[in-house]
Nanobody
């Protein structure tokens, strides 16, 4: 069982930046890909970004358009999402997930509880 805990969400003005962090509970997270999804009120969950643990391959949702960057620190079992040039449309609960890459996106097996990101206009 892998436990994931997100942090770093909050309120930011449009055009601002946030960095989300995801801490994994055990070292064997190295066998999984990890990444982020988001869900806004009344909308479906949306794939944001993923990174493979061994080869550092990265994948992004189409809407990201170069504004977000995913990274990880294997020594700390951490995954990060740097979000720049945020807009009100980025307001959502952001979830960390671990799983496998299929068709260019993450299929989550384990999920965190989520962290709220609110972008004011």
């Amino acid at each position: 069982q892998v436990q994931l805990a997100e942090s770093g969400g909050g309120l930011v003005q449009a055009g601002g930046s946030l960095r989300l962090s995801c801490a994994a509970s055990r070292r064997t997270i190295s066998t999984y890909a990890a990444g982020w999804f988001r869900q806004a009120p009344g909308k479906e969950r949306e794939f944001v970004a993923a990174i493979t643990w061994i080869a550092d391959g990265t994948y992004y949702g189409d809407f990201v358009d170069g504004r977000f960057a995913i990274s990880r620190d294997k020594s700390k079992n951490m995954v990060y999402l740097q979000m720049n040039n945020l807009g009100p449309e980025d307001t959502a609960v952001y979830y960390c997930a671990a799983g496998s890459i299929r068709a260019g996106m993450l299929v989550g097996t384990y999920w965190g509880q989520g962290t709220q990101v609110t972008v004011s206009s």
